[in-house]
């Protein structure tokens, strides 16, 4: 299975506490793995290894400067500088944040290395904050950066985080976009089982949104049913309303594409569910991402089934009648051309 991106927080760990668990909220909010120091352990190294190797096996470092420099080693630089030389060395993606202070809070060391960090032309980008911004503004900016990220400039920069195929499984992955209408999954289910191309696990994406969440449970016991192995990754927004909604739902496809061409499986593409920019969207991300041989599905019903199977009028439906919009017996499954686009924003 595919192991978690790891993402290491550096910075003092004294006065920052607060803005280190924030950030550790927002990684956990993307189901991401948070390296922490104060979390580490009891290890038969020294804090200096453990800092070393935290800082070397990090997929992303992300850095959070305060108004002190920090506990001096041996080489005259502080334990932060110490880990972030040793990820920029490494070649890892680095984000940083700067809390910002009083001009005579900034330690005189503390200064000269956020300058260096900093720099306009070997530097890097510091996104600035505020207590008042701690945690909510935090959160919510750490999660967009993450993903943005992970959705664009992680992939170009890091070969191992792109989908790798491996040893053919023999199964079948369908991933799709759902919303309010958990028909739009098991009805494509349905309609594959039907032309001899059952699936074997289900990876959704959706939204926040309460009712969508329903969805999710009513695909959820229908899979169970089926013996289909299911999982949903679900975006923080209720709607995809901005930049930040879209790189999210992005970043979600894209980790599900890794998860099923690492397992080996043979990939489906389901576009009918959720809004019609998440479908379109998905289809997006497939055609730059997903493997050569991929097929794009859109099912259609009748209106009727169609209205029903919006919840909540689906929750109102007798037993019967909720089974006919789970499973339509009259519908129509449409294969997409698939069209392998290449990226060439290099």
């Not at 668990?21 to 922490?36: C, F, H, K, S």
């Not at 967009?144 to 499984?169: H, K, N, T, W, Y």
């Not at 028909?183 to 959706?206: E, I, N, Y």
């Not at 959820?220 to 089926?226: A, D, L, V």
Request: aromatic share 6%.
């Amino acid at each position: 299975m595919l192991q978690r991106l790891r993402i290491f927080i550096s910075s003092t760990t004294q006065d920052l506490q607060a803005e280190r668990d924030a950030v550790e909220q927002a990684i956990a909010g993307l189901r991401l793995e948070t390296v922490r120091s104060e979390k580490v352990g009891s290890q038969s190294i020294s804090p200096r290894e453990a800092c070393l190797i935290m800082a070397q096996q990090c997929d992303v470092y992300l850095g959070i400067l305060g108004s002190r420099y920090g506990y001096v080693l041996r080489e005259d630089i502080s334990a932060t500088e110490f880990e972030f030389n040793t990820a920029r060395e490494a070649g890892r993606p680095i984000l940083l944040y700067r809390k910002k202070v009083l001009e005579d809070e900034l330690e005189c060391r503390q200064e000269a290395f956020i300058e260096r960090i900093g720099d306009f032309d070997t530097g890097y980008y510091i996104r600035d904050f505020t207590t008042l911004d701690v945690p909510g503004h935090l959160i919510e900016w750490v999660r967009q950066d993450i993903v943005a990220l992970l959705a664009g400039d992680f992939r170009d920069r890091m070969p191992e985080a792109r989908p790798r195929p491996g040893p053919r499984s023999g199964r079948r992955t369908l991933i799709a976009s759902l919303g309010r209408a958990p028909g739009t999954v098991t009805g494509l289910c349905h309609a594959l089982k039907a032309t001899g191309k059952p699936v074997d696990r289900v990876l959704t994406v959706s939204t926040a949104d309460f009712q969508v969440k329903r969805a999710v449970r009513f695909v959820r016991q229908e899979m169970e049913k089926e013996g289909v192995a299911y999982q949903d990754q679900a975006i923080t927004a209720l709607e995809m309303s901005s930049d930040g909604d879209v790189q999210e739902f992005k970043g979600a496809v894209h980790r599900h594409l890794m998860i099923a061409s690492e397992d080996g499986d043979e990939v489906c593409i389901g576009i009918a569910g959720g809004r019609t920019v998440m479908g379109a969207l998905l289809a997006l991300v497939a055609q730059l991402e997903a493997p050569e041989g991929t097929l794009l599905y859109q099912i259609s019903v009748p209106d009727d089934i169609f209205e029903d199977g919006q919840i909540p009028r689906f929750l109102n439906l007798p037993p019967e009648r909720q089974r006919e919009v789970l499973q339509p017996p009259d519908y129509h499954l449409v294969t997409v051309p698939f069209v392998h686009f290449v990226d060439g924003s290099n």
